[in-house]
């Protein structure tokens, strides 16, 4: 029986796959993607957040004016402290931190020293002179009872374990209450972010960008340590985000898409600047891409790669496989002064592969496939075609396919091509589908099927693939009444419920 499809096609029917694939793979798009923000609880509320909550509105920074006057103490230094608390010593007599109770914050009858206060209950000045660390200024009586009360109301309170309690349980309301309940008693940071969060997507009150908006200021404009505040980014878990981080990046969002108020791309990215400013290192991504595409900002490559730089460093893998592609020249409209770099594009790909990055996964193997700025060595392509494989990526499919189908590093295994290229297909890649229609229509790894071999060069010559019209126009012909019907059903099938 002669071949359904004439020798030319069938000699081009297998495309090269890692080299011919998937290009679209490289040259993404410059437009900036969705942020993905933190603040969903599910099941039962973590007791370490309200935990923290409470700890950070009871920090010395926090809940005595008079120690923002202070001197250096060890026991406030983050370091002693988890010494200390490493082994057990909190209560150690080397702790030089000013203790009081609660219930007695100007001191019981043997350790009072109200009468060291002035006598109009300011703190006494420079008591401590002969010792360059000691506080230049005391506590005075009326910041103990400020300290000794805060203490006291945030020990008692159980405003925030209710607010996310009813929060989980789809208890907007009631959520919405204990929030601004918690806000109100103790100004809790985390308060004002889920009220922003309830307002913004209109949970059990009508939707208030506005409103939204005035919470999450709240977060970003209070009081900030660069020091104890700023959040310690942990690649190993990005989603691990601040209050003030997500409520930046939320506000980055409002003003990017225009959620409830016109568009303003300067606002969000003086937004991802100000998260950036709090800690979390992949903000510079966000800015990088920005100042690509002139987004919110005049387009300015160099300063582009400074942040993608900073954010690589810190170990963002977006900014990674942005770097190779920037020096790949996979990105459209390639920046001005950023020269082609294969190695460096290659080194970057390669150290987000490492770190489990998709598409760095699959970039990089490509370039060992092709020998792009390295010898070239299909031997460790595959090993990554296959990591990326597994993983859902279906122009790796299609290249790994392609090793089985023409036996090159692997032995030659039709079937397992055909299963490459069919779950490839199946995520709309145009090249297995095509690849998949030629094993189909010669029967190929499995059954002969030209109606379903039909249908699928029909979709990939949809997708714009340059050699289906003629696989098309070869194999039609050959199709029976039966087999047209067949392939057309495939492509219109009827609609649920008819």
């Not at 039909?454 to 019209?469: E, K, R, T, V």
Request: glycine share 10%; net charge neutral.
């Amino acid at each position: 029986m002669p071949a359904l499809l004439p020798p030319a096609v069938l000699a081009a029917g297998l495309l090269l796959g890692a080299a011919a694939s998937a290009q679209q793979a490289g040259a993404t798009d410059n437009q900036l993607p969705a942020v993905k923000v933190n603040g969903q609880r599910n099941g039962s509320v973590d007791p370490s957040l309200v935990t923290a909550a409470k700890n950070k509105v009871l920090s010395r920074q926090f809940a005595s004016s008079c120690a923002f006057m202070s001197g250096y103490s060890a026991a406030d230094d983050e370091v002693t402290l988890a010494y200390m608390r490493d082994f057990g010593l909190q209560d150690s007599p080397s702790n030089e931190a000013e203790r009081f109770s609660d219930l007695s914050p100007e001191g019981n009858a043997k350790t009072s020293d109200v009468g060291s206060a002035m006598p109009n209950g300011a703190a006494e000045v420079g008591t401590s002179a002969s010792t360059p660390m000691a506080p230049s200024v005391a506590c005075a009586g009326t910041d103990r009872r400020f300290a000794a009360g805060r203490n006291w109301i945030a020990r008692k309170d159980k405003s925030l374990t209710q607010a996310f309690d009813a929060y989980e349980a789809g208890d907007y309301v009631q959520a919405r209450a204990r929030f601004e309940e918690g806000w109100n008693k103790l100004g809790y940071e985390e308060a004002a972010l889920m009220l922003g969060r309830i307002h913004l997507l209109g949970l059990g009150t009508p939707a208030s960008t506005a409103k939204a908006v005035e919470w999450l200021r709240q977060v970003v404009d209070a009081r900030y340590d660069p020091v104890g505040d700023r959040l310690r980014f942990d690649p190993q878990h990005p989603d691990n985000i601040s209050t003030r981080v997500e409520a930046s990046l939320l506000l980055a969002r409002i003003a990017l898409t225009g959620q409830g108020a016109p568009r303003n791309p300067a606002e969000a990215y003086r937004w991802w600047s100000k998260a950036l400013d709090f800690g979390f290192e992949p903000a510079g991504t966000l800015l990088g891409q920005a100042e690509l595409s002139g987004v919110g900002t005049p387009r300015d490559p160099q300063r582009a790669l400074k942040h993608l730089q900073g954010a690589g460093e810190a170990g963002s893998l977006p900014a990674l496989y942005l770097l190779g592609q920037l020096y790949h020249h996979q990105l459209r409209g390639q920046p001005d002064g950023i020269p082609l770099d294969l190695q460096r594009a290659g080194a970057y790909y390669g150290a987000a592969a490492k770190a489990g990055h998709l598409e760095a996964t699959y970039a990089a193997a490509r370039m060992l496939d092709l020998g792009e700025g390295v010898p070239a060595a299909p031997e460790r392509a595959i090993v990554l075609y296959k990591d990326a494989a597994l993983r859902g990526h279906a122009d790796a499919q299609n290249a790994l396919a392609t090793f089985f189908y023409r036996g090159e590093v692997v032995p030659q295994n039709l079937v397992t091509a055909r299963q490459l290229f069919q779950a490839a297909a199946q995520r709309r890649q145009p090249d297995a589908m095509f690849n998949l229609a030629v094993m189909l229509a010669q029967g190929q790894g499995g059954d002969k099927d030209p109606a379903a071999a039909y249908a699928w060069l029909s979709l990939c010559q949809a997708l714009g693939h340059p050699q289906a019209a003629a696989a098309l126009a070869a194999l039609g012909p050959t199709l029976s009444a039966a087999e047209k019907a067949r392939a057309n059903a495939m492509l219109k099938p009827p609609a649920r419920g008819s």
